[in-house]
């Protein structure tokens, strides 16, 4: 992979053509139950009607490489992570404030840098996701205040070391049940060569799911309900595997489906879904499977957690970019759609889903340069992050 830090090449790379029970989360809230079909397979029908919708995008504001967005609670601050280093706060038409610089601190690959960030469910504490200079990632913890993040308070929650340059995953959420989910690609090259995406003796190609806090001398816990708490040879902070570079995850808000952009090697994009209420433990295929194609030899897919959707690399593709469930009231039409894109492509879509298929899907209309991430803020409403600097607002044509 080229080291260039032009915006084009974060994840044009990404497509790889080439123990302790811990203490309870900080108020957590409640597990929405889980919408599913009639039969129980997979998200409910939506009430969007995306024939008719119309959006145009309005710029929030011009950043160094925005890489990623999160909402801090009772805050009305947009907070952004630039791939640089820096964490800025974006506060209705005022300058950007700069609450956290780690610049100097983190690698500059082009899959590398600062490359996500998320509140405590309290607001008490800042977590990060940063390649280091060495190229190994590192999530960090900050106390955060009306000033920003207090770095005499930084602690080193997790470190993993990565053997390539690519693939690092580096997104961060707290899950509907007040625990941190941590984005981890297989590790880099091409074509998964150590096998991690299906191996359960490492983090790499994974979700996990920890509690951040310290717990019994260790520098986080580990929910005792974790799918392979106890079992020889596995991680306990495996939630979900099989994954090869997870470039965003969300939780849909209001039924808590855990939704996933994981980026294809050379052919395909997948968009996955994992209903709410899983018990964990899901294999999304990678490096068996790319998309719902075997990858190499023919494999028997019984077992294994197949897409909701999929794309060919075609047209100018080559990257997704995953999304979330729009949630917001600002576009009525749009509401219960999965919203995302392609890094190359730049445009953004969006589509219905109905058990284990997605319908409907269409393009919005707008092109992102560089389309690199969303975000979405207290309302539900949604942010798109253009590698090329500009933080957008997703809203009604015409409004």
């Not at 309005?58 to 890489?67: R, Y």
């Not at 920003?148 to 990565?162: I, K, M, N, P, Y």
Request: some cysteine.
């Amino acid at each position: 992979m080229g080291s260039a830090l032009v915006a084009t090449a974060l994840m044009a790379a990404a497509c790889g053509s080439s123990g302790a029970q811990p203490s309870a989360p900080a108020t957590p809230s409640a597990p929405s139950p889980a919408a599913t079909t009639a039969d129980g397979t997979g998200p409910a029908p939506s009430p969007s009607d995306l024939a008719r919708v119309r959006v145009e995008l309005e710029t929030v504001a011009t950043l160094e490489q925005p890489l990623a967005i999160a909402v801090r609670p009772s805050d009305p601050a947009l907070y952004v992570a630039e791939k640089v280093g820096r964490v800025v706060a974006l506060t209705g038409g005022a300058e950007p404030r700069i609450v956290l610089d780690l610049t100097g601190q983190v690698s500059l690959g082009s899959e590398q840098g600062l490359l996500g960030l998320a509140f405590s469910p309290d607001g008490t504490f800042l977590y990060v996701d940063f390649t280091d200079t060495n190229g190994d990632t590192h999530v960090t913890e900050f106390r955060f205040g009306d000033e920003g993040a207090d770095v005499g308070s930084r602690r080193e929650v997790l470190f993993v070391h990565q053997p390539f340059s690519n693939h690092n995953g580096g997104g961060l959420a707290f899950g509907p049940d007040g625990y941190l989910y941590v984005a981890l690609g297989d590790g880099g090259s091409g074509g998964d060569p150590n096998d991690n995406g299906q191996s359960l003796s490492t983090l790499l190609g994974k979700i996990l799911r920890i509690s951040p806090r310290p717990s019994h001398g260790r520098p986080y816990g580990i929910p005792n309900d974790n799918p392979f708490v106890g079992k020889v040879g596995a991680k306990p902070e495996i939630w979900d595997y099989g994954l090869r570079n997870p470039w965003r995850f969300s939780f849909d808000r209001e039924t808590g489906d855990l939704w996933i952009g994981d980026v294809g090697q050379s052919a395909y994009e997948e968009v996955d879904v994992e209903p709410a209420g899983s018990p964990g433990g899901l294999n999304f295929g990678w490096n068996l499977f790319e998309g719902t194609h075997p990858y190499g030899a023919a494999v028997d897919p019984a077992g294994f957690t197949m897409p909701v959707y999929e794309y060919i690399h075609d047209g100018g593709v080559c990257a997704v970019t995953g999304g979330y469930v729009y949630r917001g009231t600002e576009i009525p039409d749009l509401v219960g759609a999965y919203v995302f894109g392609d890094y190359c492509g730049g445009r953004l879509e969006a589509f219905e889903a109905r058990g284990d298929r997605a319908t409907g899907h269409r393009l919005l209309g707008p092109v992102v340069d560089g389309l690199a991430s969303f975000g979405e803020d207290a309302q539900g409403e949604l942010y798109v992050c253009g590698l090329s600097g500009e933080v957008f607002k997703l809203v009604p044509a015409g409004g």
